[in-house]
Nanobody, 126 residues
Framework: QVQLVESGGGLVQAGGSLRLSCAASGRTFNTRAMGWFRQAPGKEREFVVVASWSSSTTFYADSVKGRATISRDNAKNAMYLQINSLKPEDTAVYYC???????????????????WGQGTQVTVSS
């Protein structure tokens, strides 16, 4: 089992930046891929970024490409999502996810991820 806990969400003005954190605990050595997804009010959850655990392969959604960066810190057992130049349309609950499954991370799918955090709210004001 892997437990994931997000933090770092909040209210930010358009044009600002946020760094979301995801603390992992449990059997993290089995992790093969990581990702961030988000769900805006009234919309389905969508992928933001997925990456292999080594970060050698990374895919960003077009909506955040060039503005978002996924990273991880092995020593802290954590992964992060930095988003710059935030837009009101980035407003959503952001979820981190981890996968212990082998296989391609493209195309990204929620079903490939075994473990999810509880989500952290990001609100971008115009």
């Amino acid at each position: 089992q892997v437990q994931l806990v997000e933090s770092g969400g909040g209210l930010v003005q358009a044009g600002g930046s946020l760094r979301l954190s995801c603390a992992a605990s449990g059997r993290t050595f089995n992790t093969r891929a990581m990702g961030w997804f988000r769900q805006a009010p009234g919309k389905e959850r969508e992928f933001v970024v997925v990456a292999s655990w080594s970060s050698s392969t990374t895919f960003y959604a077009d909506s955040v490409k060039g503005r978002a960066t996924i990273s991880r810190d092995n020593a802290k057992n954590a992964m992060y999502l930095q988003i710059n130049s935030l837009k009101p349309e980035d407003t959503a609950v952001y979820y981190c996810a981890a996968s212990t499954r082998y296989g391609s991370i493209w195309p990204p799918s929620e079903t490939m991820f075994d473990y999810w955090g509880q989500g952290t709210q990001v609100t971008v004001s115009s």
